[in-house]
């Protein structure tokens, strides 16, 4: 397993590069609601905990599919390891997120949305059935919300009217209101499910806020922005 020991600092390193946009388009955004060092640190402390060399240990097959350099062989094994539901599989996918506009980085990101939505659902208010809401995260509940530095780079890649859509209903689920501008934006995607996408999470994120207030103390500090 050597080769994995290997891909895998290296493929975090790739999906590690600063996140850069022109001058020009800076001048354009509005303020941001959050703190890109600090979603980098939280995003880098959560890394550190996982054990994802656990993962080639039990899905030694997948692996080597996902490192064969086969685009048929990495999409079944992206497949395969999401549909574990462990959450240690993240590091594996995200450096293909970082593959272009090829079936290969859209599968990744929509298995990541996969991931995030199963894991939060799981604290779903069943006592609300007509919507979708969603309980505070207690203390053996594994946070996924530093994944916002990794959303934030999905934000900020070309419009391919897939990856903008994923990461929109990862804000939604892991409660990530300071992405309401991303949010904001992507209304004006001139691809149907971006848009649609963006304006359920704005939607979805007002109910959520407004539930949220209504929950005891120990919901204070999940509400974000």
């Known amino acids: 397993m050597r080769t994995a020991r290997i891909f895998f600092p290296i493929g975090i390193c790739l999906l590690l590069l600063p996140i850069s946009l022109s001058a020009s388009q800076v001048s354009r955004l509005p303020p941001p609601l959050y703190n890109e060092v600090v979603l980098k640190k939280q995003f880098d402390a959560f890394m550190a905990t996982l054990d994802y060399l656990s993962v ?54 929509a298995s990541l949305d996969q991931l995030v939505s199963a894991h939060v659902l799981k604290r779903r208010d069943m006592g609300r059935p007509d919507v979708v809401l969603i309980r505070p995260p207690q203390a053996q509940d594994r946070d996924l919300r530093p994944l916002a530095w990794v959303i934030l780079k999905m934000f900020r890649r070309p419009d391919d009217g897939n990856t903008h859509a994923y990461a929109a209903s990862m804000t939604r689920y892991l409660g990530l209101y300071e992405f309401r501008r991303e949010l904001e934006r992507g209304l004006q995607s001139r691809h149907p499910a971006v848009s649609n996408k963006a304006k359920w999470a704005l939607e979805s994120l007002a109910r959520q806020k407004e539930y949220e207030k209504a929950l005891p103390d120990q919901a204070a500090g999940y509400s974000g922005q």
């Open 56 to 109: 080639s240990r039990d899905y030694p097959k997948a692996v080597r599919k996902l490192l064969s350099g086969n685009t048929g062989k990495q999409l079944e094994a992206v497949r395969t390891l999401v549909a574990t539901g462990e959450i240690e599989v993240i590091p594996w996918l995200l450096p293909f997120l970082e593959y272009g506009n090829n079936p290969l980085q859209i599968w990744t990101g």
